[in-house]
């Protein structure tokens, strides 16, 4: 199972008007829908893409089981892998939008510390002003 905003390689295994078919090294089925492939119009996926080629891409959704959707456009609008936010990270693809479940990696941790000192440092200004 891929986590949102993981980068992978993948090759194309069909292409309909629609989108790519895709498999991963695990023979996993993905889908890269049309809008998803390009940040500009394509006419004709055949044109660009090709049986047999292996593409980069966002992971986007996973349903854990055997099917996955990804983006080429969003990893060319967005800059290094998504997991290497520090927080959870909005991000918008077109009319879409994303997020990318960070947090399911690091844990509320760090926004816990920071809660706490933010806490801690409004209190103490309370008191000093009071």
Known sequence: MYRIGDIIEVKIIGIRAYG????DQKDRKGLIHVSECDDGFIKSLQVKFAVGQKVKAIV?????????????RALKETKGNLKD?????????????????????????????????????????FHENA
């Open 60 to 72: 986007m959704e996973d349903d854990g089981d055997k099917k996955f959707s990804l983006s080429i």
């Open 85 to 125: 936010y520090p927080h959870p990270v909005t991000f918008y693809v077109g009319r879409k939008r994303y997020w990318t479940k960070s947090h399911y990696i690091s844990g509320f941790e760090p926004l816990s510390r920071e809660a706490k000192v933010s806490r801690k440092e409004k209190e103490k200004e």
């Open 20 to 23: 790519l078919f895709v498999t």
